[in-house]
T-cell receptor, first 113, second 112 residues
Framework: DARVTQTPRHKVTEMGQEVTMRCQPI?????VFWYRQTMMQGLELLAY????????DSGMPKDRFSAEMPDATLATLKIQPSEPRDSAVYFC???????????FGQGTRLTVV | DQQVKQNSPSLSVQEGRISILNCDYT??????FLWYKKYPAEGPTFLIS?????DKNEDGRFTVFLNKSAKHLSLHIVPSQPGDSAVYFC???????????FGQGTRLTINP
């Protein structure tokens, strides 16, 4: 059963703390996306990778967010330091080629207090 | 700059009737369009897509229509069922790029 796996599912942290979200893409998929769901913007793209190389991270606040793919089976999104406005659901998705759908994980619900 | 817009935050439809969800886009370089469905506490799941070389694609109860001149697409669900109650997102991508640009979503409620 191929699926995108995200951990943790829920995270509550205090302002100023570092947060790391992890994603295991579907085996064989070469493209990984990080999206954030907000009420106003819907699903906003933070970053995406193809063959582990970052292609676009223009949606990410560079001063506090970072995204990496240490290997083909793991993508990470880090926030340091976290702020209350970062509270949202963060989704990872993976895909195999252009003009096909991307498959989403179940998301990480982040609450920064 | 919202390149993909879903102007209706919510829609309520009676069971058995047709649901029509709308989406507009501004970037004429988009050539592939998708609809995703999202239940609470779950990730979005792919529903149906259409390439810009077509103006209609049908899959069971779901049909997507594309009007390139108006930069508009719509999703028709007929007949609507209670299990269709969810948030629907439209998305678009450009030739050769896998990056998906999403709209804000429309919450569809099917009333029995």
């Amino acid at each position: 059963d191929a699926r995108v796996t995200q951990t943790p599912r829920h995270k509550v942290t205090e302002m100023g703390q570092e947060v790391t979200m992890r994603c295991q893409p579907i085996l064989g998929h070469n493209t990984v996306f990080w999206y954030r769901q907000t009420m106003m913007q819907g699903l906003e793209l933070l970053a995406y990778f193809r063959n582990r190389a970052p292609l676009d991270d223009s949606g990410m606040p560079k001063d506090r967010f970072s995204a990496e793919m240490p290997d083909a089976t793991l993508a990470t999104l880090k926030i340091q330091p976290s702020e209350p406005r970062d509270s949202a659901v963060y989704f990872c998705a993976s895909g195999s080629r252009p003009n096909t759908e991307a498959f989403f994980g179940q998301g990480t619900r982040l609450t920064v207090v | 700059d919202q390149q993909v817009k879903q102007n209706s935050p919510s829609l309520s439809v009676q069971e058995g009737r047709i649901s029509i969800l709308n989406c507009d886009y501004t970037n004429s370089m988009f050539d592939y369009f998708l609809w995703y469905k999202k239940y609470p506490a779950e990730g979005p799941t792919f529903l149906i897509s259409i390439s810009s070389i077509k103006d209609k694609n049908e899959d069971g109860r779901f049909t997507v229509f594309l009007n390139k001149s108006a930069k508009h697409l719509s999703l028709h669900i007929v007949p609507s069922q209670p299990g269709d109650s969810a948030v629907y997102f439209c998305a678009a991508s450009m030739q050769g790029a896998q990056k998906l640009v999403f709209g804000q979503g429309t919450r569809l409620t099917i009333n029995p």
